[in-house]
Nanobody, 131 residues
């Protein structure tokens, strides 16, 4: 079963940057992440998990939540079965646990917009932005 390990979180001051990594593990020989979209989500205590960004396979089209547009950049390295989220100009409201998942495509109605439909989540990586 393919699992995803998120890393790269930490404590940073407001205005700082972090780069998160989403690494696919436990996959059988022949698995290729390039057939799937990759999405990042985040969750803070007491709030619903929300989609942050999503990148399609193929054309690499991207989607961003309004709250992170022009500050975050999602990317992927298909050869390494890895996704990334570059986060710049971080704000205290970005503080959350960040998770990644795959899905067929970043389309309306997809799990990116309905993360509650996922059955399993990785441990995530904590991002804390101090003011």
């Amino acid at each position: 079963q393919v699992k995803f390990v998120e890393s790269g979180g930490g404590l940073v001051q407001s205005g700082g940057s972090l780069r998160l990594t989403c690494a696919a593990t436990g996959f059988a020989s022949g698995f290729t992440l390039d057939r799937y979209a990759i999405a990042w989500f985040r969750q803070t205590p007491g709030k619903e998990r929300e989609g942050v960004s999503c990148i399609n396979s193929g054309d690499g089209g991207t989607v961003y939540a309004d709250s992170v547009k022009d500050r975050f950049i999602i990317s992927r390295d298909n050869a390494e079965n890895t996704g990334y989220l570059q986060m710049d100009s971080l704000k205290p409201e970005d503080t959350a646990v960040y998770y990644c998942q795959t899905l067929p495509a970043c389309t309306r109605g997809s799990y990116y917009y309905f993360p509650e439909r996922y059955d399993f989540w990785g441990q995530g990586t904590q991002v804390t932005v101090s003011s």
